[in-house]
């Protein structure tokens, strides 16, 4: 592999920003240092005013493939994702068909090894009967098992007590969990659908998927958990009351429940359905103004561990449908990180915040060998980011498969300038490098 020279960057990493060189070679970092420039490098990179920030871990994604290609598949949005700063995915099983055998999650490895610009792990789906293939998982090369306690998009609901008893008491890995009551989405269903019809206007989906709904599924989880000791993690955290479910008295590496925002949830808010509709229907559902607030003040406060997008794409013509048929999900991969930096010019988080929640503490709540930081040893995943500089979204410039993004008319004021993955400039100033492939994830266990 070439070796890259970067010079003169500001290093966001653990805890501090500090101006420093960084020499890469054989795809990790060889050299941190402050008086790098007598080295020759195949790329010098000249970082001046520009941030370095480890590679942005995404642990919750929706590529499509195999199966729902007509909306994405995992080549167009990891390339979609490298362009924003993310260098690594988790993807979930909620393909078609679902990956419930290990034979069909091994088939999204090899597809992944094939296509994929970034570096990639998928989960382990778990169904109602499939506790025999769930517990094949390998813990060391898969990131977790994740289970469906409400029904999403792909149907892959686990409502059989017994299952659930099963792989919490069994399974010795991570589960990531979706969390909605399905009695109560479903009796909210009826109420609305007899009082609106077939064709509500979307500002309903809050109340049809409501904070009861969503604390009742993740209290039920945690309780599963701890008198299990099993090693939860609850995905997209959408309610104030929900993050009373979590601690900050203990230190991350320590914890055996832990809980993710995503970037939507954080952006949006009910009033938003006003003039995006469909467009950011997506379940669990964006909320009132006022759970943002306290979603972001949890993230600070440590009591949420870790940043996500969950990017789910339909395409247009899908999210054109009435209300009921619409489906759920929103494309965001290209653009999680210029989202985080909008709050840091806000001052509501810092650089370092955000480098943490994206990065370290993605990499040590799955235990991800030797990525995640900006550390000699470890692999070159990294992102070089102009503070100085302006991204507007637009249809021309995303590069989601579906071709739309909710974003769309905004100003982010920063932009993605080079993205390396595993030690390979997969992006530089709005150009992609797809000669080399990512690498698949591993996990210290």
């Not at 969390?179 to 609305?192: F, G, L, P, Q, W």
């Not at 040893?377 to 071709?403: F, H, M, P, R």
Request: aromatic share 8%.
């Amino acid at each position: 592999m070439k070796t890259i020279l970067i010079l003169n960057a500001q290093v966001v990493n653990e805890g501090k920003i500090q101006s420093a060189d960084v020499f890469v070679k054989d795809g990790l970092i060889e050299k941190i240092g402050t008086n790098l420039s007598g080295l020759t490098a195949d790329n010098v990179i000249d970082a001046t005013r520009k941030y370095l920030f480890p590679g942005v871990i995404d642990d919750q994604v929706h590529f499509r493939e195999p199966g729902l290609t007509h909306k994405a598949c995992i080549h167009s949005e990891a390339r979609a994702g490298v362009a924003g700063g993310v260098t690594s995915f988790m993807e979930m099983p909620n393909t078609v068909p679902n990956a419930l055998n290990q034979e069909l999650l091994a088939d999204k490895y090899d597809i992944a090894a094939r296509t994929s610009l970034a570096n990639y792990s998928f989960y382990m789906g778990a169904s109602n009967d499939n506790i025999e293939e769930v517990l094949k998982t390998n813990i060391q090369n898969v990131c977790g098992i994740k289970v469906f306690m409400g029904s999403s998009t792909g149907n892959m609901l686990v409502d059989n007590e017994k299952t659930l008893e099963n792989i919490f008491s069994k399974s010795p890995m991570l589960i990531a969990t979706h969390c909605e009551d399905e009695a109560t989405v479903r009796a909210n269903s009826e109420i609305y659908k007899e009082r609106f019809g077939d064709n509500p206007h979307p500002r309903v989906h809050p109340e049809i998927r409501n904070v009861e709904a969503c604390y009742k599924s993740s209290s039920m989880a945690v309780e599963l958990a701890k008198r299990h000791n099993a090693r939860l993690h609850i995905l997209h955290i959408t309610t104030g009351e929900e993050t009373a479910l979590f601690t900050n008295e203990i230190p991350l590496k320590e914890k055996r429940i832990t809980a993710e925002v995503c970037v939507h949830h954080l952006w949006f808010d009910a009033r938003d359905y006003e003039t995006l509709g469909n467009q950011i229907k997506c379940n669990p559902a964006v909320k009132a103004d006022g759970h943002k607030q306290q979603l972001l003040q949890a993230l600070l406060d440590d009591k949420i561990d870790v940043i996500a997008t969950d990017h789910a794409p339909h395409t247009w013509a899908e999210k054109q449908n009435p209300y009921w048929s619409s489906p759920s999900g929103l494309p965001l991969v290209q653009h999680p990180l210029n989202l985080m930096l909008e709050f840091y010019k806000e001052g509501k988080i810092t650089l370092e915040k955000i480098a943490e929640k994206m990065s370290h503490a993605v990499a040590d709540c799955f235990q991800i060998s030797k990525r995640g930081y900006i550390r000699e040893g470890y692999w070159a995943d990294l992102v070089l980011v102009d503070l100085n500089e302006s991204t507007t979204v637009t249809k021309e410039n995303v590069y989601y498969q579906c071709g739309w993004s909710p974003l769309e008319g905004q100003t982010l004021h920063s932009k993605i300038t080079h993205t390396i993955v595993s030690g390979h400039v997969a992006f530089q100033e709005g150009t992609f490098d797809e000669s080399v492939t990512g690498k698949r994830m591993l996990f210290e266990r």
